[in-house]
């Protein structure tokens, strides 16, 4: 089993920067691929971006450039800092782990959200 807990999220201008956090518990940390999702207002779920266990990262097309993610599998903690905010960016965002063998865009685990709001 494993939980994830997110932090960081909040209110902020268009052009900002935020990092969220994401605190996880549970075995094999270190063999787990890593994500975060959102769900926008209009209540779609979207990709954002994963680490795979060797640090490799993949991002959305409508985050590269502005977004990393990273991890610290020391502390069981992953990151993703949010750069050049859009209001479009404004979700609910969720950190998500997946299972070696599972497929990266169904991950097994969710934590319960933060929401990130982007004022215009």
């Known amino acids: 089993q494993v939980t994830l807990v997110e932090s960081g999220g909040g209110l902020v201008q268009a052009g900002g920067s935020l990092t969220l956090s994401c605190a996880v518990s549970g075995r094999s940390f270190g063999t787990t691929t890593m994500g975060w999702f959102r769900r926008t207002p209009n209540k779609e779920r979207e990709f954002v971006a994963r680490i795979t266990w060797n640090d490799m990262t993949y991002y959305a097309d409508f985050v590269k450039g502005r977004f990393a993610m990273s991890r610290d599998d020391a502390n069981n903690m992953v990151y993703l800092r949010m750069n050049s905010l859009k209001s479009e960016d404004t979700a609910v965002y969720y950190c998500?782990?997946?299972?070696?063998?599972?497929?990266?865009?169904?991950?097994?685990?969710w934590g319960q959200g933060t929401q990130v709001a982007v004022s215009s």
């Open positions: 998500t782990a997946t299972r070696m063998g599972s497929p990266w865009y169904n991950p097994d685990y």
